[in-house]
């Protein structure tokens, strides 16, 4: 079993809705993750970092890490086409293993 | 400052032939890694490289070997590439230790088919 596990979508939601992106993971990642978003060709890159339980908010991103469920998530407010990306998360260790990313679509 | 830079950015290779994917960094990471991404599978690592001079494998190392030529560069050979390594390679770098973020930046890819 993937110590890192994500719904391979795809998650469509309408234009201005809020997408929210799940990632559970096995207790023996790290308890600190990344979210990466990668458009189609292109590689990822990251855009936010979550450290300690609890919300990190940046701009339309919101992550959110629940350390006794073990899980941590992506919110996007206010979804644009532009939006419209697979997302990976992954546990910050010098072993990067990442889940298998989601797939978001963002329709107009 | 280029980041990380990989080359080829395309490669159509035979059954059986070999070949060498090459990667550089001009950030003075210590860690590089090489990962392979397929449709509906993710980012797979293959090998990583901790520190100049050190290679380990990751989750899908078979048929594949690295060198990690010095700081800068870390490449992934294919000995005799088959079909199943029809994939896009990723190499990516990062700086591990204390007051680190562990962020990693990658290269903007290679696409290889073996037919």
């Known amino acids: 079993q993937k110590e890192v596990e994500q719904n391979s979508g795809p998650l469509s939601v309408p234009e201005g809705a809020i997408a929210s992106l799940n990632c559970t993971y096995s207790d023996r990642v790290s308890q600190s993750f990344f979210w990466y978003r990668q458009y189609s060709g292109k590689s990822p890159e990251l855009i936010m970092s979550?450290?300690?339980?609890g919300d990190k908010e940046d701009g339309r991103f919101t992550a959110q890490l629940n350390k006794a469920s073990q899980y941590v998530s992506l919110l996007i407010r206010d979804s644009q086409p532009s939006d419209s990306a697979t997302y990976l998360c992954a546990p910050c260790t010098d072993k990067l293993i990442f889940g298998t990313g989601t797939r978001l679509q963002v329709f107009p | 400052n280029a980041g990380v830079t990989q080359t080829p950015k395309f490669q159509v290779l035979k059954t059986g032939q070999s070949m060498t994917l090459q990667c550089a960094q001009d950030m003075n990471h210590n860690s590089m890694y090489w990962y392979r991404q397929d449709p509906g599978m993710g980012l797979r690592l293959i090998y990583y490289s901790a520190s100049e001079g050190t290679t380990d494998k990751g989750e899908v190392p078979n048929g594949y070997n690295v060198s990690r030529l010095n700081k800068r560069e870390f490449s992934l050979r294919l000995e005799s590439a088959a079909p199943s390594q029809t994939s896009v390679y990723f190499c990516?770098?990062?700086?591990?230790?204390?007051?680190?973020?562990?962020?990693?930046?990658f290269g903007p890819g290679t696409r290889l088919t073996v037919t």
């Open positions: 990516a770098s990062t700086q591990v230790g204390t007051g680190f973020s562990y962020e990693q930046y």
């Open positions: 979550i450290y300690s339980n």
